[in-house]
């Protein structure tokens, strides 16, 4: 292996993200409780520098040579795709956390560092192009979400979430772990490449079907897929709210990067194993997602099954990667997904002020009242969520719908119509609330750090619903190569 | 286990492959026993020889160097931390509870739906005869040298990346064992 000079600068994104992290923690020496919000400003800084790299990584042409650093990293279009929208959620979790953590007594510097570094597995996770840079990135993206979960320490939820998450992402990583290892010990190669090379359809053997199973048992547990699930309403209940709006998208969108890449890059001859138990899960999901969903009363209960639901529908791109509407679907969605989901987790923290709970559905009656542009903004997002037009969850469901007719899951893209359909009946539970209900008149304090996530999730979930053409274009060039 | 059996059947012959399967046994027996005794003492001893009894089975697949690594930070660094936390935490909350929780039944009856199929698969797998290489964990780019050697070279050049990300990994698991394990944090500022 040799190393060229340019790719330190294909790594560039990934080493000053790094760096953020680290200037982020030493900096919290200098700055007091009373100062928090400096922290929001400068990591917002750091990631915008990020984006700025990024945006400078994307036009270098030796992006096109293929993986760099003995096949352990690739920066194509599939990658570039995941890490922006990697900080898309790391910006609003930023913006969101501002007020809240400020709030809270504790302090400040290392929980953005976390989220920082959180990110960075999370753009190694995009990149990885081998199974060890992928199963260690996922660890580091792991390792800091379950600090992040029990971060309340003083609160008994928190650290139970914390635990929870941490026993059972453990043994989900051994699950994972296990299964690149029978499929490293039966053919001696790490290189999705190389794997797509070895296993061209032919020497299909019982053990490395094993492998796979066990690969994706590990995957589905990490993007929290019916019955893989259990541990999501407890973490979700559980952790700070800004953190577990960002569990909802970063995580998840990370973990659907390294799944798409695994099973589309190495193993897409196994489709005949994984095809038909990744659809069962997918029917389990949506289902269950759903319909455990209209018997929460907790909101971020119910958001916790709502995104179990939406992993579902994702996993129908997955299902179809062959056809034209599959991988870029999948993108879509998941685009449209983080931008409408955190908009709705953002409206719950923007209640959660200062002695002022947002646990229950009851607490959003009469946000009209009390706050129009609010109440307005969650309907949209509730909208999106539920899938109708003119709304970005539209066109991404319109997509993966689209995908499992043409892969021939015709019944599944009935049970997702369906499933969406009883969606409907929770998200307008909350939109009920808004509006045809009368509740405390009590002011909410504004925070211009968590409006401004609110805009950008709500322009963001608009402009794709009503005019999705430029963005569709550009997702379509993200659909993964097979180098 | 049959994957241990099928492992020892291919590559190992002879003394080392009956060596081989006692080791593995032996493994799977203490590792039992971690779970099983409800002396948290007793435990971490079932773990410590545990853990010896995997670098037993790495030096005999001449692994030297990942042998000795897991000795001196496995059976050294972490068992002492395991030790000062028994040491600190009251040892004797731990011994009134039950070894298994009420799920175990279930377990019980899982435990065959999930072993039955894995022994038959790996049991039947006909492993690819890979040419026995006595060089192979010694060898870089054709030049014998030695086992420490080929595993740097593979650690600071081929695996150069992931080596990296995992310094990051265990910068945050110490930033993470901080915030979490400080007393308070009401008394910051």
Known sequence: MKVQATDWLLLSPELFLTAAGMILLASSVFVGKAKEELFGFLSVLMLGITGVLLVFVSTMPERAHGPILGGMFVVDNFALFFKFLVLLAMVLTVLASVRFVGEAPYPGGEYYALVVFSGVGMFFMASGSNLISIYVALELMALASYVLAGYFKGEIKSTEAALKYFILGAFSSAVLLYGLSLVYGLGGKMGLADLARLYTGTQRTNAIALGILMILAGLLFKIAAVPFHLWTPDVYEGSPTPVTAFFSVGPKVAAYAIFARIFYVAFPKFQADWGLIVALVAAATMIWGNLAALLQTNVKRMFAYSSIAHAGYALLGVLGFQTKFGMWGVLVYLLAYTLMNFGAFALIIFLEAKGYAAESVSDFDGLAKRNMPAAVVMLLFLLSLAGIPPTAGFIGKYYLFTAAMDAGYAWLAIIAVLASAVSLFYYFRIAAAMFFTDGVSAKIPVSYALTAAVIICAVGTLVIGVAPESVLDVLHRCVPSKY | ?189
Not at chain 2, 73 to 98: D, E, K, N, S, W
């Open chain 2, 1 to 189: 286990m049959g994957a241990a059996e099928a492992a020892g059947s291919a590559l190992l012959t002879g003394v080392a492959g009956w060596l081989f399967v006692g080791f593995a046994l032996l493994i799977l027996g203490t590792a039992i026993a971690v779970v099983w005794s409800k002396n948290p003492v007793h435990s971490a001893l079932f773990l410590l020889a545990s853990f010896l009894l995997v670098a037993c089975v790495f030096i005999l697949e001449e692994a030297e160097f990942v042998g000795a690594v897991q000795i001196l930070v496995y059976a050294g660094g972490i068992m002492v931390l395991f030790l000062f936390v028994i040491m600190l935490v009251h040892q004797r909350t731990a011994a009134g509870t039950p070894a298994f929780q009420h799920q175990w039944d279930i377990a019980l009856l899982l435990l065959p739906v999930f072993l039955i199929p894995f022994l038959y698969i790996l049991g039947t797998e006909k492993f690819t005869d890979i040419a026995r290489n006595p060089d192979a964990f010694r060898a870089v780019a054709g030049r014998v040298i030695g086992n420490t050697e080929a595993v740097s070279w593979l650690m600071f050049r081929d695996y150069l990346l992931p080596f990296e990300v995992a310094s990051v990994f265990l910068l945050v698991a110490m930033i993470g064992a901080v915030v979490l394990g400080k007393r308070s944090f009401e008394k910051v500022d």
